[in-house]
């Protein structure tokens, strides 16, 4: 079964800081994804990932940057963290392939900026 | 551009009663489209794939191309159902999911 563990399921932040989300998945995945969920909003994303030290912007890269290093690790940075960037942080992996791959998610980090 | 809509915000109704999710999606291509669901304090997790063509804990999905929809069904509701419904397509070869808004699905005894 596929393991997508995010670092902290709870993180507390003041304004300004420099703030980072780790993801690691186990299963070998090339495509990694951040993505903020927020009421109303549903998933927005933000960078993803389709292989080692490849990026590209998603829909609201705005104040975030991304490192991927490592096949199996997917870290989002939040450069100086502002209040509005308090939300819930869902990372995800998928696989390259034919077909309808699907992605497989975190138990997410809700993150709040004081 | 894709766009995935979702019009209920909420969606209620009584166990054993018939429930719909809508889904409408904007893709100028041929489009792959997937059920998300995120039961209470759980990971988000797929939950069926318009190219299986599967019943997932008795929910399906028919893919209809004229009116551009892939809404989520079930016959009979159970409370379990209660959650966050999210519809998401995948466009191209492009990785990317958009998804919609969600629908919040209450199921009450």
């Known amino acids: 079964d596929v393991k997508v563990t995010q670092s902290s399921r709870y993180l507390v932040k003041r304004t300004g800081e420099k703030v980072f989300l780790e993801c690691v998945q186990d299963m070998d995945h090339e495509n990694m994804f951040w993505y903020r969920q927020d009421p109303g909003l549903g998933l927005r994303l933000i960078y993803f990932?389709?292989?080692?030290?490849?990026?590209e912007k998603g829909d609201i890269p705005e104040g975030y940057s991304v490192s991927r290093e490592k096949k199996e690790r997917f870290s989002l940075i939040l450069e100086s963290a502002s209040t509005n960037q308090t939300s819930m942080y869902l990372c995800?992996?998928?696989?390259?392939?034919?077909?309808?791959?699907?992605?497989?998610f975190g138990d997410g980090t809700r993150l709040s900026i004081l | 551009a894709q766009r995935v809509t979702q019009p209920e915000k909420l969606l209620s109704v009584f166990k054993g009663a018939p429930v719909e999710l809508k889904c409408n999606y904007s893709?100028?291509?041929?489009?792959?489209l997937f059920w998300y669901v995120q039961y209470s304090r759980q990971r988000l997790q797929l939950l069926l794939r318009h190219i299986s063509r599967e019943s997932i804990k008795g929910f399906t999905a028919d893919l209809n191309k004229g009116e551009t929809s892939f809404h989520l069904k079930k016959p009979f509701a159970q409370e379990e159902d209660s959650a966050m419904y999210y519809c998401a397509l995948k466009g191209g070869s492009n990785y990317k999911l958009t998804f919609g808004k969600g629908t919040l699905l209450t199921v009450n005894p």
């Open positions: 995800a992996s998928s696989v390259t392939g034919q077909g309808n791959q699907p992605q497989h």
């Open positions: 893709y100028s291509g041929s489009p792959e």
């Open positions: 990932s389709y292989d080692v030290k490849m990026k």
